[in-house]
Protein backbone atom coordinates (compact mmCIF):
# COMPACT_ATOMS: atom_id res chain seq x y z
CA UNK A 1 0.00 0.00 0.00
CA UNK A 2 1.49 3.65 -1.14
CA UNK A 3 2.15 5.82 1.63
CA UNK A 4 0.36 9.39 1.57
CA UNK A 5 3.04 12.12 2.84
CA UNK A 6 2.44 15.98 3.61
CA UNK A 7 4.43 18.33 3.18
CA UNK A 8 3.86 22.05 4.43
CA UNK A 9 6.84 25.02 5.17
CA UNK A 10 4.65 27.31 7.94
CA UNK A 11 5.81 30.52 9.83
CA UNK A 12 6.73 30.01 13.43
CA UNK A 13 2.93 31.66 14.20
CA UNK A 14 1.50 28.49 11.99
CA UNK A 15 0.05 30.36 8.54
CA UNK A 16 1.16 27.84 5.72
CA UNK A 17 0.72 31.16 3.23
CA UNK A 18 1.00 34.79 3.90
CA UNK A 19 -1.75 37.52 2.24
CA UNK A 20 -2.73 36.84 -1.01
CA UNK A 21 -1.12 33.51 -1.35
CA UNK A 22 2.08 34.77 -0.47
CA UNK A 23 4.97 32.25 0.33
CA UNK A 24 8.29 34.50 -0.38
CA UNK A 25 9.14 34.74 3.61
CA UNK A 26 9.75 30.75 2.99
CA UNK A 27 13.85 29.60 2.94
CA UNK A 28 14.22 28.29 -0.20
CA UNK A 29 17.88 28.41 -0.47
CA UNK A 30 20.75 26.81 1.21
CA UNK A 31 20.08 23.08 3.08
CA UNK A 32 16.28 23.52 2.31
CA UNK A 33 16.84 23.24 -1.42
CA UNK A 34 19.22 20.09 -0.69
CA UNK A 35 16.39 18.68 0.80
CA UNK A 36 13.46 19.21 -1.70
CA UNK A 37 16.37 17.73 -4.35
CA UNK A 38 17.26 14.52 -2.19
CA UNK A 39 12.38 14.35 -1.43
CA UNK A 40 12.09 14.18 -5.22
CA UNK A 41 14.68 11.94 -5.73
CA UNK A 42 12.09 9.12 -3.77
CA UNK A 43 10.02 9.68 -7.00
CA UNK A 44 6.50 9.72 -5.40
CA UNK A 45 3.94 11.10 -7.28
CA UNK A 46 3.06 14.86 -6.20
CA UNK A 47 -0.22 15.83 -5.15
CA UNK A 48 -1.80 19.31 -5.03
CA UNK A 49 -5.23 21.26 -4.71
CA UNK A 50 -5.61 23.82 -7.49
CA UNK A 51 -3.58 27.00 -5.93
CA UNK A 52 -0.64 25.18 -5.00
CA UNK A 53 -0.15 23.50 -8.54
CA UNK A 54 -0.90 26.98 -10.48
CA UNK A 55 1.78 28.54 -8.39
CA UNK A 56 4.23 26.14 -8.82
CA UNK A 57 3.33 25.59 -12.60
CA UNK A 58 4.03 29.33 -12.54
CA UNK A 59 7.52 28.63 -11.57
CA UNK A 60 8.81 25.17 -11.57
CA UNK A 61 8.52 24.84 -16.20
CA UNK A 62 10.47 28.34 -16.47
CA UNK A 63 14.45 28.83 -17.14
CA UNK A 64 13.99 31.27 -13.88
CA UNK A 65 13.59 28.03 -12.07
CA UNK A 66 16.59 25.56 -13.81
CA UNK A 67 18.47 28.62 -13.21
CA UNK A 68 17.74 28.82 -9.75
CA UNK A 69 17.31 25.91 -8.31
CA UNK A 70 18.23 23.24 -11.06
CA UNK A 71 17.99 20.04 -10.02
CA UNK A 72 14.74 20.73 -7.98
CA UNK A 73 13.28 22.12 -11.02
CA UNK A 74 14.03 18.93 -13.28
CA UNK A 75 12.35 16.69 -10.12
CA UNK A 76 9.19 18.85 -10.26
CA UNK A 77 8.67 18.79 -14.03
CA UNK A 78 9.32 15.44 -14.33
CA UNK A 79 7.69 14.03 -11.46
CA UNK A 80 4.44 12.43 -12.10
CA UNK A 81 1.59 14.69 -10.72
CA UNK A 82 -1.90 15.11 -9.73
CA UNK A 83 -4.05 18.18 -9.51
CA UNK A 84 -7.36 18.22 -7.56
CA UNK A 85 -9.86 20.91 -8.99
CA UNK A 86 -13.59 20.82 -9.87
CA UNK A 87 -12.60 23.85 -11.93
CA UNK A 88 -9.64 22.78 -14.00
CA UNK A 89 -10.40 21.12 -16.89
CA UNK A 90 -6.44 20.77 -18.62
CA UNK A 91 -3.09 21.30 -17.87
CA UNK A 92 -0.01 21.57 -19.92
CA UNK A 93 2.12 20.73 -17.05
CA UNK A 94 4.24 17.50 -17.73
CA UNK A 95 3.31 14.22 -16.44
CA UNK A 96 -0.39 15.85 -14.59
CA UNK A 97 -3.51 14.14 -14.18
CA UNK A 98 -6.66 16.18 -12.75
CA UNK A 99 -8.88 14.76 -9.94
CA UNK A 100 -12.17 16.68 -10.36
CA UNK A 101 -14.47 14.67 -8.20
CA UNK A 102 -14.63 11.92 -5.26
CA UNK A 103 -11.28 13.07 -3.92
CA UNK A 104 -11.32 10.65 -0.90
CA UNK A 105 -12.66 7.87 -3.15
CA UNK A 106 -9.81 8.41 -5.70
CA UNK A 107 -6.77 9.18 -3.26
CA UNK A 108 -8.28 5.70 -1.03
CA UNK A 109 -7.85 3.61 -4.71
CA UNK A 110 -4.55 5.02 -5.40
CA UNK A 111 -3.04 4.11 -1.93
CA UNK A 112 -4.15 0.80 -2.68
CA UNK A 113 -2.87 0.55 -6.20
CA UNK A 114 -0.33 2.74 -6.50
CA UNK A 115 3.46 1.32 -6.48
CA UNK A 116 4.49 4.94 -5.80
CA UNK A 117 4.06 7.07 -2.31
CA UNK A 118 2.52 10.13 -2.52
CA UNK A 119 3.18 13.77 -1.61
CA UNK A 120 1.08 16.48 -0.81
CA UNK A 121 2.87 19.63 -1.43
CA UNK A 122 0.80 22.55 0.82
CA UNK A 123 -2.76 22.47 -0.62
CA UNK A 124 -4.42 23.38 2.99
CA UNK A 125 -7.68 22.32 1.56
CA UNK A 126 -6.66 19.25 0.30
CA UNK A 127 -4.99 18.70 3.33
CA UNK A 128 -7.54 19.76 5.85
CA UNK A 129 -9.87 17.08 3.41
CA UNK A 130 -7.14 13.87 3.30
CA UNK A 131 -6.39 14.59 7.39
CA UNK A 132 -10.14 14.50 8.58
CA UNK A 133 -10.42 11.35 6.36
CA UNK A 134 -7.44 9.58 8.25
CA UNK A 135 -5.90 9.64 5.08
CA UNK A 136 -2.40 11.27 5.78
CA UNK A 137 0.21 8.79 7.06
CA UNK A 138 3.00 11.32 8.00
CA UNK A 139 3.05 14.96 8.29
CA UNK A 140 6.32 16.79 7.33
CA UNK A 141 6.09 20.33 8.53
CA UNK A 142 9.10 22.86 8.16
CA UNK A 143 8.90 25.67 10.38
CA UNK A 144 11.07 28.47 8.85
CA UNK A 145 12.14 31.20 11.66
CA UNK A 146 9.74 34.12 10.60
CA UNK A 147 6.06 35.58 12.31
CA UNK A 148 4.43 36.79 9.51
CA UNK A 149 2.20 39.91 9.25
CA UNK A 150 -1.53 37.86 8.68
CA UNK A 151 -2.26 34.46 6.73
CA UNK A 152 -4.24 30.93 6.65
CA UNK A 153 -3.25 28.58 9.49
CA UNK A 154 -2.57 24.81 8.56
CA UNK A 155 -5.28 22.75 9.50
CA UNK A 156 -7.79 24.88 10.70
CA UNK A 157 -11.36 23.89 11.28
CA UNK A 158 -11.11 20.15 11.53
CA UNK A 159 -13.86 17.55 12.29
CA UNK A 160 -11.62 16.23 15.02
CA UNK A 161 -8.52 16.12 16.70
CA UNK A 162 -5.10 14.84 15.30
CA UNK A 163 -2.91 13.05 17.68
CA UNK A 164 0.65 12.84 16.19
CA UNK A 165 3.59 11.35 17.36
CA UNK A 166 7.34 12.79 16.89
CA UNK A 167 9.67 10.34 14.62
CA UNK A 168 12.01 12.35 13.20
CA UNK A 169 13.42 16.41 12.84
CA UNK A 170 16.09 18.16 11.64
CA UNK A 171 17.64 21.76 12.91
CA UNK A 172 18.94 23.78 9.35
CA UNK A 173 21.71 26.06 9.74
CA UNK A 174 19.35 28.87 8.66
CA UNK A 175 16.69 28.67 11.68
CA UNK A 176 14.30 26.13 9.92
CA UNK A 177 13.15 23.00 11.53
CA UNK A 178 11.64 20.05 10.14
CA UNK A 179 9.37 18.12 12.03
CA UNK A 180 7.83 14.57 10.77
CA UNK A 181 4.80 13.00 12.52
CA UNK A 182 3.03 9.90 12.03
CA UNK A 183 -0.86 9.87 13.39
CA UNK A 184 -1.10 8.13 16.58
CA UNK A 185 -4.10 5.28 16.38
CA UNK A 186 -7.21 5.88 18.17
Given at each position: ????????????????K?????????Q???????????????????????????????????????D?????A??????????????????????????N?????????????????????G?????????????????Q?????????????????L???????????????????????K????
Amino acid sequence: MAKLTSFTFISLNGFYKGINDDINWHQHGGEEAEYSVESLKSNNTLLFGRVTYEMMKRFWPTQMAYDSFPEVADGMNNSEKIVVSKTLQSTDWKNTQIINENLIERITELKKTSKKNITLLGSGTILKQLSDANLVDEYQIMIDPIFIEKGEPILDNLSNNINLELTKSKVFKSGTILLYYKPKAN
